[in-house]
Structure formats: structure tokens, C-alpha cells
T-cell receptor
């Protein structure tokens, strides 16, 4: 079964502080992992995918197959990073399975 | 920049009534998805189309939900009769083609409230 767990429903940090949003997954094969973001009053959009190994808006995420994790990190949070973040897994069927999301608030 | 369009944006209905949502994917996108997002949860796939064919509708409650994409372009999701538990955000997404490397683009969603 495919399952994505985001243990933190809410995460609050101060501007300039490091931020880490946790994501753990369950899948027997080789999944593709994604982070989607939804800013206030905007549509859900792709932030990054593990296979691209890129940094988007200062965010990075590393796939750790041993720990089955795909945590999202940013060294210095900005107020504009405040949003809902969803971790998602795509298995062999191409179906996206989402976690419940983490609401990040970056305080000034 | 092309975007996925959905209408209506909001819908309030009474239980046992019929409701329908419309989605227009990005032009040229062959794959179309309908998701349901209950408050406090992540989106869950209801149905996936490849052109006009259903690829996956395993999570679609077929006794009351139906989806079609007759010409392989826009799509309609219908609920009849609506139940209180159907209150949720209904999201449409599209992708250019099948394949794990392709990105899904989401529409703004239709928020349904069943009274």
C-alpha cells in the first residue's frame, strides 16, 4: 500500500530561522516523491520533485530510502514561505498519493 | 500561461440534489484527474482519464458519482444524490501525457457544501 505521513499539522517559525517539514512514506517499490505547495488563495502547485535534485525558492528535499523519508528543508525561512505544504508519492500506477499537509507559518 | 479551469468555484446544495462540476484542462493535455480534498486532508484521487478513457476509478463511489470526458478534452464530474459527507473541495488536474516524469497542473477547485 502507498501511504504518505506528514506528522506535523502546523509548523511555526520566525523569519530567518531554518525550517524542516517532515515527510515519511510507505511503498514497496521505487517511488517518485514530490512536494506541492498551496499559497493563500492560490492553486496547488508543484514545488519540487526528488528526481530533479533541484533547489526551488531555497527549498531542498533529499530522498532517504533507508528511513523512507523526504523531508523539505530551507536554511532561512521567509514570510512569503507561509503556505500549506503537501508531500506526495507516485508509485508504479502514476497515481499521486498525498499526505495530509503541513501548514507553515513564518512569523516576522 | 495556460491553466486548468474549473467551474463553478463554489456550490451550495441540499442533500439528495444533483450537482455537476466542470473542468477544462490545459490544451493538449491528454491525462485528466479529479481529486477530492476533505478539509484537513490531502487530495485523494477519484478518477483518472487518458483521453476519453477511464484509467483508474477505483476510488470513485460509483453508486452516486459519475465522470465523463466524452471528446477527450473537458470533463464533468457529477454527484447524484449529494450527501452531507460529500462536502469538500473538488480538484481537477491535467498532465500532458502519461509517464512518471510529467507534472500535474491543478485547477482552482470547486468547493462544495451540502446542507
Amino acid at each position: 500500500a502507498q501511504r504518505v505521513t506528514q506528522p506535523e499539522k502546523l509548523l511555526s517559525v520566525f523569519k530567518g530561522a531554518p525550517v524542516e517539514l517532515k515527510c515519511n512514506y510507505s511503498y514497496s517499490g521505487s517511488p517518485e516523491l514530490f512536494w506541492y505547495v498551496q499559497y493563500s488563495r492560490q492553486r496547488l502547485q508543484l514545488l519540487l520533485r526528488h528526481i530533479s535534485r533541484e533547489s526551488i525558492k531555497g527549498f531542498t528535499a533529499d530522498l532517504n530510502k533507508g528511513e523512507t523519508s523526504f523531508h523539505l528543508k530551507k536554511p532561512f525561512a521567509q514570510e512569503e514561505d507561509s503556505a500549506m505544504y503537501y508531500c506526495a508519492l507516485q508509485g508504479g500506477s502514476e497515481k499521486l498519493v498525498f499526505g495530509k499537509g503541513t501548514k507553515l507559518t513564518v512569523n516576522p | 500561461e495556460a491553466e486548468v479551469a474549473q467551474s463553478p468555484r463554489y456550490k451550495i446544495t441540499e442533500k439528495s440534489q444533483a450537482v455537476a462540476f466542470w473542468c477544462d484542462p490545459i490544451s493538449g493535455h491528454a491525462t485528466l484527474y479529479w481529486y477530492r480534498q476533505i478539509l484537513g486532508q490531502g487530495p485523494e484521487l477519484l478518477v483518472q482519464f487518458q483521453d476519453e478513457s477511464v484509467v483508474d476509478d477505483s476510488q470513485l463511489p460509483k453508486d452516486r458519482f459519475s465522470a465523463e470526458r466524452l471528446k477527450g478534452v473537458d470533463s464533468t464530474l457529477k454527484i447524484q444524490p449529494a450527501e452531507l459527507g460529500d462536502s469538500a473541495m473538488y480538484l481537477c488536474a491535467s498532465r500532458q501525457r502519461q509517464g512518471r516524469r510529467e507534472t500535474q497542473y491543478f485547477g482552482p477547485g470547486t468547493r462544495l457544501l451540502v446542507l
